[in-house]
């Protein structure tokens, strides 16, 4: 049966279950579902895993061999290396709709009920069976370990309202079921696995080996159809437990997942997930500088590797940078802010409790992340404007001249301030993109020109080449 794309027209599929024989449709299982979706994908040249940046030629083609496979799949890594995401993608490559047995909890399809309930509800209604239609989006459910996770939770429970009501307790009618059967036919995502302990580690270990669920007080055997994904910190230093042995090898695939290995792809990653779209323009030198610290606060010794620098870190400063100009917007009257050096600056005291610092650091942080932002801004100066003739620029400041900017100051005043300089229509060009057209205006022209020259004094400046004193709400550059 072929896929439909429109929720809408689920209406003219067979509702019963003699109606779904008669239109041919054929039931596979989740890992045939994935594999052969994946292996379509892989055909064509479309994108398998849409959102994903940094992990084309490492992490994904793993991925994809493990569920080519048919493995469940653990993936290690750092928090903020998108390991989540990856689960989700995953649960794209499902069918978009499926048929199961209407109002069964455990997703059960028509032509192989599993559940007593729908066992029975089979054999009385035969062919008149009713039919649902499932989105993917209903078959994938994920869950955060934490310390109060229960067996119940995860897999099932006798439910006391149920006895309440006079289902005896040797009654398959009286279990509650929990995440993982009412994912059957699904993928279940399981976040920070070693987080949960090792009972309930052991829990799973039948679902992975056997397919199967055991609910307490019964004998109770569901055979289930799912994929589990799972994530794992292989350095947590706040965590003292591990993956159980047995349970760590019914995995058939561990992946090892990275941060970017690229400031490009770190930039293109900040670009994708941060959510300034409604707001203020943020230029893309900028996008490159938040990608830049972001990776020098990694590769800082005064900050413990162990527990990892997020992208989310770079993600937030733009984002901050972008309320900052907002901000300047709203005290200003400026209509159409762009966000500047200036602006990330901010950033620094709301991120920096965010950061482990090695022990005895911690009193300096707000002190080594402003250095490393600095470093980020001189590294994509270099990048960007390291050949730029900006002579006619610093000839600005001769005679004792000095140009003041801050979060405060508007494009018009900044650029008024710093007086006629021909180059910088050439300056502009160079770190401005397509996407910084907007709707042409004047001002908005003028916000992107401030944000170019203020990105070029503050490089002249890092580069020693101009002087800058630090003021009450800004800063002065001079020779």
């Not at 989105?135 to 370990?145: S, V």
């Amino acid at each position: 049966m072929s896929a439909v794309t429109s929720p809408h027209a689920s209406h003219d599929w067979p509702t019963t279950l003699g109606a779904l024989r008669a239109s041919g449709h054929r039931h596979r299982s989740v890992g045939s579902e994935v594999r052969q979706n994946l292996h379509a994908r892989l055909r064509s040249g479309e994108e398998r895993f849409p959102g994903v940046v940094g992990f084309d030629t490492t992490v994904l083609p793993q991925l994809e061999r493990a569920l080519l496979a048919g493995h469940d799949v653990l993936l290690v890594g750092r928090h903020g290396q998108g390991r989540s995401r990856l689960l989700r993608a995953v649960a794209a490559l499902l069918d978009e709709w499926t048929p199961a047995v209407a109002g069964c909890a455990v997703n059960d399809h028509p032509y192989a009920p599993v559940c007593p309930a729908c066992r029975e509800a089979a054999a009385e209604a035969g062919e008149d069976l009713p039919v649902v239609w499932r989105h993917r989006t209903e078959r994938y459910n994920e869950k955060l370990c934490t310390p109060d996770t229960s067996v119940g939770d995860l897999i099932g429970d006798i439910d006391p309202v149920r006895l309440a009501d006079g289902y005896p307790l040797s009654d398959p009618r009286a279990v509650h079921y929990g995440l993982v059967p009412r994912t059957n036919r699904g993928v279940v995502g399981v976040n920070e696995l070693p987080e949960l302990a090792a009972q309930l580690q052991v829990a799973l270990l039948d679902v992975l080996e056997e397919r199967e669920a055991h609910v307490r007080g019964h004998t109770l055997r569901l055979p289930l159809d799912v994929l589990v994904l799972a994530t794992a910190n292989p350095e947590n230093p706040t965590r003292r437990g591990r993956i159980v042995a047995p349970l760590r090898d019914r995995f058939g695939a561990h992946v090892r997942t990275h941060y970017p290995e690229d400031p490009d792809a770190e930039a293109a990653l900040i670009r994708q997930e941060a959510r300034v779209d409604d707001g203020p323009d943020v230029p893309d030198h900028l996008m490159e500088i938040a990608a830049r610290f972001v990776r020098l606060v990694r590769e800082s010794p005064s900050v413990d590797e162990r527990c990892g620098v997020s992208t989310r870190l770079g993600t937030d400063a733009v984002e901050t940078a972008a309320a900052s100009a907002a901000r300047r917007g709203a005290l200003t009257g400026e209509e159409h802010p762009v966000a500047r050096v200036c602006d990330l600056e901010p950033a620094v005291d709301t991120l920096r409790d965010r950061v482990e610092f090695e022990a005895g650091e911690e009193e300096r942080g707000r002190e080594i992340l402003t250095h490393l932002l600095r470093r980020a801004t001189l590294d994509t100066f270099r990048n960007l404007l390291g050949d730029a003739e900006l002579g006619e620029l610093t000839g600005v400041f001769t005679g004792g001249a000095t140009v003041a900017s801050g979060p405060l100051v508007s494009s018009a005043t900044l650029l008024d301030r710093l007086g006629p300089v021909p180059e910088l229509a050439e300056l502009t060009s160079r770190v401005r993109t397509p996407a910084a057209d907007g709707d042409g205006s004047a001002e908005h022209d003028r916000g992107h020109t401030a944000a170019a020259v203020e990105f070029a004094l503050e490089g002249l400046y890092l580069n020693r080449q101009l002087s800058r004193d630090t003021a009450h709400d800004g800063v002065v550059y001079r020779l």
